[in-house]
């Protein structure tokens, strides 16, 4: 009977202690800081500490959620620590996907704000951008990042390879928000939505921020929604409230409210890291971030075994993990299904996407596409999702698409201690239904230039990419010795030219980052001008030469400078070739001992050719 005894009460000791070491890991927000938290995970996986749940905030929820869908410590460094990922932080597009092919020619404004016209009884003037950081890399990135774990998921949370939940914060009934279902991309975009620096994620009409603002450190969402025995907590914000001259700092510190970053102890445990000198977007120090938190968690490792009896070897994890991965579903699209727009746009968006023999593409074929689409382009953002069609076993793509109903006006021109002063309005327009269209009107006002140019470009729906672009322009042109801009000349210009033409140009892409042209082209040139200084400049009167003249052209060109003056990187390379005809005519003045003649004709064949490069 004491045997019996004995038995029962070690086999209810076993199931007290199983029972007991169900883990969750809780990790904070804290911008770049949060590469700790990865530090935290590989000392905790190395040494058999089970991860049975993970909350996190911001930063926490996209390191949480990267550990929840399977990637292991050393793969979400490297994600981290990769261009691509600079690319999604900064909103830069890549090389390889900037589509010069769309580029507009070159004009000499140095800024531009846009005039809303969606309301015809209120015109409303944009100066300022919704967010720091143009969410254009975001949209597509994490929809490539989270569909597949999504899918696999069910939009349920629980179902990931670690069970997860992330918080964001509805700001207008300022609460906090637990995402346990639905888009995983969502969910982590909404939690990191750090205001003015990302653009927000709108749920239920609201628009969701970071849910650093009303909960930093999820150990309560932990409670909620998993129980678990043990809960550990990593976090690298809270505790440095020494006032700050860093504005990323003293934004923060403005925007956040005041979170208790403690576990208690009977409880879990937790660590706590500090790194003032570390900034929101210092994520290229990742490496050492997360070396650091390797290291203080290994120092409290005895700590933690104690606490927590249970092992879990890594061998057996990344067996689970490797099972997982092997699991998803590949990130091929067949059915689209477009939002925002109305039919004719949507066919138009419809025809930009390729598709294989089995009516299907790829991920890699719709990012082309995606940036193909919003370069310089009426289509102000897409918002990508993919969802798993079960049937098919392919995924839907849902494109909710907002298009720019405004007008663009730019401003610029160039200042200088001659007369070469110009004042520059450029006026700009973006059509879209079954075709893309762009029109412009750029103004040109000075005492020595003044013109004005209209321009028409239409997108052909053609295999190989294609615009048809008009162009017609006129300028006035005085060359003379005064130095004046607002009144006029005390004598008048030596050299008075006019010149009228119409040009119509058929581009296409070439090599990839740059464009062909063929021109076509008619002008009449006008030359006034003095051949004696024998006169008495009240009365003058000018010889007159004026040209018509036909053009034909080919050009190649190629130009990622980072800037249109004084650049530091980049290469610019142009090649022209082109073949003009024309006439001139001549009419003497009064005054010049030179007879008339009717005509006279030119023709020439010119070459050009440009090459320019920065290194930095």
Known sequence: MKKIAVLTALLFAALQIGYAQKVGLVLSGGGAKGAAHIGVIKALEENGIPIDY????????????????????????????????????????????????????????????????????????????????????????????????????????????????????????????????????????????????FQPIWKDSVPIFDGGIYDNFPVGPMKEAFHPDFIFGSTVAGGNNKPSSNPYNQLETMIMQKTEYDVPEDE????????????????????????????????????????????????EVNKRRAAYKQGLPP????????????????????????????HEFSMEEFKRAYFKMLTYSKIKEILPHAVYNRKEKKFDLYLDVKMKEEITVGFGGNISSYQANQLFLGLGYQYLRRYAADVNANFQVGNSFSGVMLNGRIYLQTRIPTYLNWQGVFSDKKYSESQSLFYEDVLPAFIHQKELYTKVKLGFPFLNRAKAEIGFAYGRLNDY????SNMTFPNATTDHSWYDLFA??????????????????????????????????????????????????????????EWEQYKT
């Open 54 to 197: 993970i909350t996190g905030t911001s930063a926490g929820a996209i390191v949480g959620s990267l550990y929840a869908m399977g990637y292991t410590p050393e793969e979400m460094v490297e994600l981290m620590l990769s261009e691509e990922f600079s690319y999604w932080q900064t909103g830069t597009v890549e090389n390889e996907y900037k589509y010069y092919f769309k580029r507009p020619d070159p004009t000499p404004e140095f800024g531009h704000f846009s005039i809303d016209m969606t309301d015809s009884l209120q015109v409303k003037a944009s100066f300022l951008p919704q967010s720091l950081i143009n969410p254009i890399q975001m949209n597509q990135a994490f929809m490539a990042l989270f569909s597949q774990a999504t899918a696999k998921a069910g939009w349920n949370f629980d179902n990931l390879f670690v069970p997860f939940r992330c918080v964001a914060s509805d700001i207008y009934s300022k609460k906090a928000i637990i995402f346990k279902n639905g888009d995983l991309g969502d969910a982590v975009r909404a939690s990191m939505t750090f205001p003015f620096f």
């Open 268 to 315: 879990g445990m937790m660590i706590k890291f500090s790194f003032p000198t570390v900034s929101l977007l210092d994520f290229q120090k990742a490496r050492d971030l997360m070396n650091i938190g390797y290291k203080r968690t290994m120092a409290m490792i005895d700590s933690i075994k104690a606490r927590v009896p249970r092992r879990v070897e890594l061998s």
């Open 331 to 358: 990130l091929i699209f067949q059915n689209i299904y477009v939002t925002g727009v109305n039919e004719s746009q949507k066919k138009y968006i419809e025809s930009q996407l390729h598709r294989d023999i089995n």
């Open 529 to 532: 001008y003095f051949q004696t």
């Open 552 to 609: 034909g052209s080919l050009s190649i060109e190629r130009n990622s400078l980072d800037y249109k003056q004084y650049p530091i990187s980049g290469r610019k390379q142009f090649l022209v070739a082109q073949y003009v005809t024309g006439t001139e005519k001549y009419m003497p003045s009064p005054i010049t001992d030179m007879g008339s003649f009717d005509r006279k004709v030119h023709s020439w064949l010119q070459m050009k050719g």
